[in-house]
């Protein structure tokens, strides 16, 4: 599964358009991730414990979407765009969509 | 067998046996008293977390700087020109990272919004996860043996977590690899 974010994949002819794909998720810290985010915005800077998370989260919703894109049976996904969005306190929504496309064999 | 005692007084007989420090950080006779101590208290801590904080911000320039120098050849643009690509070898790249400011600067932001115009510091924050973000993703890139990056995309979003606020840089873009 080849995932890009323009409308082409270099190299492919794409012979058929099979429609939008998306996958999301809602992802939250454990709280002893929260306590050490806590200190560690004493001093300011990255915040490690966030930065994993949502990296992680990313990786989830990548995987939903490509297990969508199997499912109708596609060779790529292209126009892929993402969104992040807080939900609430200590969780984070993750979304990935794009277009599932077919190669000319 | 024991009987349960008065919380409060049980609290009391604890604090009781506490170490100095810790009487001076949260004893007090009267209420004021507590007051007085800990908005002095908050605002020590505060500005050893600023001072320390300031340290971290210029290190990490410096870091950015030693980075981003050996990752020159990796050409990025926002464009979905791949005329002169191989094939077989574009795929999605992402670089992302969450920063936040330590409490005091945030503290003085709050005052400083009220006035309105730059707020320097966010200002200088935003730009610093976004080289961040894109330095993570020229060095997945150039992890992967692509040269190029077309088509990059950055978000910025707030993440509220239980105790602080952070905002989260992203970078993404499609690496491919040019023909040579």
Redesign the interface.
């Known amino acids: 599964m080849i995932i890009t974010n323009i409308e082409k994949v270099p190299g492919k002819t794409i012979i058929q358009e099979l429609g939008l794909v998306q996958g999301s998720t809602v992802r939250g810290k454990h709280i002893g991730k929260d306590i050490g985010a806590f200190f560690k915005g004493l001093v300011g800077g990255e915040i490690k414990g966030y930065s994993e998370l949502l990296v992680e989260g990313r990786e989830e919703a990548i995987g939903r979407m490509k297990k969508e894109a199997e499912a109708l049976g596609a060779d790529a996904i292209v126009n892929v765009r993402m969104t992040t969005s807080s939900i609430t306190g200590g969780a984070a929504e993750l979304m990935v969509y794009g277009t599932a496309v077919k190669f000319d064999l | 067998m024991k009987k349960p005692g008065d919380p409060t007084q049980e609290l009391q007989q604890a604090l009781s046996y506490a170490p100095d420090w810790v009487n001076f950080m949260f004893g007090g006779e009267t209420l004021s008293d507590m007051m007085f101590y800990n908005v002095l208290q908050v605002l020590a801590?505060g500005l050893a977390?600023w001072s320390?904080?300031a340290w971290?911000?210029r290190r990490?320039l410096r870091s950015l700087s030693a980075r981003e120098a050996p990752l020159q050849h990796i050409s990025v643009n926002t464009c979905?020109n791949?005329a002169h690509?191989?094939?077989?070898?574009?795929?999605?790249l992402?670089g992302?990272?969450?920063?936040?400011?330590?409490?005091f600067?945030t503290l003085i932001i709050t005052f400083k919004s009220l006035v309105g115009g730059n707020i320097q510091p966010y200002e200088r924050?935003v730009q610093r996860g976004r080289r961040?973000a894109l330095i993570r993703l020229k060095e997945e890139a150039d992890l992967l043996g692509l040269d190029k990056l077309?088509?990059v995309?950055f978000?910025t979003?707030?993440?509220?977590?239980?105790?602080?606020h952070?905002l989260?840089m992203?970078a993404?873009?499609?690496g491919?690899r040019t023909q040579r």
């Open positions: 801590v977390g320390l904080a971290f911000e990490h979905k791949t690509c191989e094939p077989e070898a574009s795929t999605l992402i992302s990272v969450v920063m936040a400011h330590d409490y600067r924050l961040e077309v088509n995309r978000i979003s707030s993440i509220s977590g239980r105790f602080l952070a989260e992203v993404y873009g499609t491919v």
